[in-house]
C-alpha cells in the first residue's frame, strides 16, 4: 500500500514534504521519505480530523480528500 501524498509544514505553508505511506489505520500514518531511510509517524484524534506530527523540528499537516468529501457532501445534503 504505497501512496504518495504532499504534508502541509504548519509553520511555512509554502514548504511542503512529499512522502510515501507505508502503512495506516484510523488514528495513524506510518510514512517513509523519499530516497531516503526517514520513517515517521502522524497522528489524529479523530476520524474528521487532521493528521498531524513533526519531523526534524517541523511540524507537519495532512487532510485526506475522504474527510474533505465527506464535509462537501453533508453540506450538500443539508
Known sequence: ??????????????????????AADEASLTLAVPNTSVQFRVFRHSR???YRGSLGGRTFCFVP????????????RK
Open 1 to 22: 500500500m504505497e501512496k504518495r501524498i504532499t504534508l502541509t509544514d504548519i509553520d511555512r505553508p509554502g514548504e511542503a514534504l512529499e512522502v510515501d505511506i507505508i
Open 48 to 50: 474528521n480530523a487532521p
Open 65 to 76: 480528500l475522504a474527510v474533505d468529501a465527506k464535509r462537501t457532501v453533508a453540506k450538500v
